[in-house]
C-alpha cells in the first residue's frame, strides 16, 4: 500500500523566494496534518484538515504560510517570502476519523526545507 | 491542553543493554501511539495501546499502559543498533481531531 507521499524530499532556496510543499496521503484517509520539525522545538502541528476542511490552523506561525486541500488525495503548504528561520523538515500526516474518533496518524517522509 | 512528557530526553547504552522510555500526562488519554523515527524519515507507527493497564509486545518492545491511561512505558530487551532512533508517544486530543506529540527521547545505541 502507498503510505503518505510528500514532494519535493528537498528543498535548498533563497530567502524571499516562494515555496510549496506537496503531500498525497493515503487514500481513504479523511483527516491531513501539516507539521513541522526542529531540534529546538520538536513536532509542531502547523494545520490539520478534515474532509477537505481546514479545521485548526492555530499553529500557522504567520501570514507568510498558507495551506490548501483541494481535494481529497493533494495538499500544499506554501511559504512566501520564506525566510532562513523557516528552515526545518516539514511533516505531511493523514489518518482516517469517523464518529468513533481518530486513528493514529500516518506520516510521509518529509521535506528538508533549507532557506539560505 | 494536554500535554505529554517524555523521559529520559536522550539516552545512550551499548549493545545488548536494557532500557526503559517513559510517557506521562496529567490528563487521561483514550489511546497512545508509540511511533519511531530514524534520521532522514518520517515516525513510523509501532503501537496503539487502548485499554488501561494493557500490555503489547513486539518482538523486544513490550509498550505499557497506565492502569489510569495517564501514562505509558516502552521497554527494550537487549537493544541492538537498529533499535537508534527517535521515539515518540502520542494521544488524540478529546474532540478535536488532532494528537498531542510528546517531545521525544532520542535513543542510541552503541554497538
Known amino acids: 500500500d502507498a503510505g503518505v507521499i510528500q514532494s519535493p524530499r528537498h528543498e535548498v532556496t533563497e530567502m524571499g523566494q516562494e515555496v510549496t510543499l506537496r503531500c498525497k496521503p493515503i487514500s481513504g484517509h479523511n483527516s491531513l496534518f501539516w507539521y513541522r520539525q526542529t531540534m529546538m522545538r520538536g513536532l509542531e502541528l502547523l494545520i490539520y484538515?478534515?474532509?477537505?476542511?481546514?479545521?485548526?490552523d492555530s499553529g500557522m506561525p504567520e501570514d507568510r504560510f498558507s495551506a490548501k486541500m483541494p481535494n481529497a488525495s493533494f495538499s500544499t503548504l506554501k511559504i512566501q517570502p520564506s525566510e532562513p528561520r523557516d528552515s526545518a523538515v516539514y511533516f505531511c500526516?493523514?489518518?482516517?476519523?469517523?464518529?468513533?474518533?481518530?486513528?493514529?496518524?500516518?506520516f510521509g517522509d518529509g521535506t528538508r526545507l533549507s532557506i539560505l | 491542553t494536554q500535554l505529554l512528557e517524555q523521559s529520559p530526553q536522550f539516552l545512550s547504552i551499548q549493545e545488548g543493554e536494557n532500557l526503559t522510555v517513559y510517557c506521562n500526562s496529567s490528563?487521561?488519554?483514550?489511546?497512545l501511539q508509540w511511533y519511531r523515527q530514524e534520521p532522514g524519515e518520517g515516525p513510523v507507527l509501532l503501537v496503539t495501546v487502548v485499554t488501561g493497564g494493557e500490555v503489547k509486545k513486539l518482538k523486544r518492545l513490550t509498550f505499557q499502559f497506565g492502569d489510569a491511561r495517564k501514562d505509558s512505558s516502552l521497554h527494550i530487551t537487549a537493544a541492538q543498533p537498529g533499535d537508534t532512533g527517535l521515539y515518540l508517544c502520542a494521544g488524540p486530543n478529546t474532540n478535536a481531531g488532532k494528537s498531542t506529540f510528546g517531545d521525544g527521547t532520542t535513543l542510541t545505541v552503541k554497538p
Open positions: 500526516a493523514s489518518s482516517h476519523r469517523d464518529r468513533r474518533g481518530s486513528q493514529p496518524q500516518h
Open positions: 490528563s487521561v488519554f483514550s489511546s
Open positions: 484538515f478534515n474532509n477537505n476542511v481546514p479545521i485548526d
